[in-house]
């Protein structure tokens, strides 16, 4: 996913349903993938990651798939709360290091 | 355990001026990376400081640069500053360059104004 520009992709979801928020990635090569979450004025603070031996990884109330055939990853977030509200940013990068590729991200609203 | 410290929060400068902005990663953690935070252009890869040595370097011109400290906290440095250089700069620490164990971790940025 690269940046789009100004205006993110949307979501708003209900407050309690599932919300999936998705993400296409560019390089094949890319070992490693990880969700991050942004809220207004703070740093990405880190979900859930996955490596690419794998295709589904869960935690807290998150899942993360991965489809390599077709270069696509997914988070999804079960009982959406008030509190997920926030950018939901894919990132792409080698194992070996810390350059990661981010995507132009997925604003999250929950309405209660 | 305290978290990553960026320093100042906010800044203000006028073209043509450099300016330094400072992390203090995570204690014991080594690897500090820089990323460019623009409504246009989204997160981007600066570089990564390990050691006291640049392992990576994003696609951004030889005005911006860094460094690293032996206790690895890491300064980066703009120079000639541009309007279009105004963003939020983060900064990320990990405890070794590579994901065999953990995340990266955030701080929570400085908000760059290029006037």
């Known amino acids: 996913g690269e940046s789009v520009g100004l205006h993110l992709p949307t979501l708003s979801v209900q407050e309690g349903d599932n919300s999936i928020i998705n993400c296409a990635y560019s390089?094949?090569?890319?070992?490693?993938f990880i969700w991050y979450k942004q809220e207004s004025g703070k740093g990405p603070q880190f979900i859930i990651d996955?490596?690419?031996?794998?295709d589904k990884r869960q935690g807290q109330r998150v899942t993360v798939l991965l489809n390599k055939t077709v270069k696509h990853l997914s988070l999804q977030i079960a009982a959406t709360q008030p509190g997920d509200s926030a950018v939901y940013f894919c990132?792409?990068?080698?194992?070996?290091?810390?350059?990661?590729?981010f995507g132009a991200g997925t604003r999250l609203t929950v309405k209660p | 355990k305290a978290g990553v410290t960026q320093t100042p929060r906010y800044l203000i400068k006028t073209r043509g001026q450099q300016v330094t902005l400072s992390c203090s990663p995570i204690?014991?953690?080594?690897?500090v990376s820089w990323y460019q935070q623009t409504p246009g252009q989204g997160l981007q890869f600066l570089f990564e400081?390990?050691?006291?040595?640049?392992?990576n370097k994003g696609n951004f011109p030889g005005r911006f640069s860094g460094r690293q400290f032996s206790n690895s906290r890491s300064e980066m440095n703009v120079s000639t500053l541009e309007l279009g250089d105004s963003a939020l700069y983060l900064c990320?620490?990990?405890?070794?360059?590579?994901?065999?164990?953990?995340?990266?971790?955030f701080g929570q940025g400085t908000r760059l104004t290029v006037v």
């Open positions: 990320a620490s990990s405890p070794i360059p590579d994901r065999s164990s953990t995340e990266a971790f």
């Open positions: 390089n094949s090569a890319s070992d490693y």
């Open positions: 996955i490596r690419s031996n794998m």
């Open positions: 990132a792409e990068t080698p194992y070996n290091n810390n350059d990661m590729r």
């Open positions: 204690s014991g953690h080594r690897s």
């Open positions: 400081y390990f050691s006291e040595t640049q392992r």
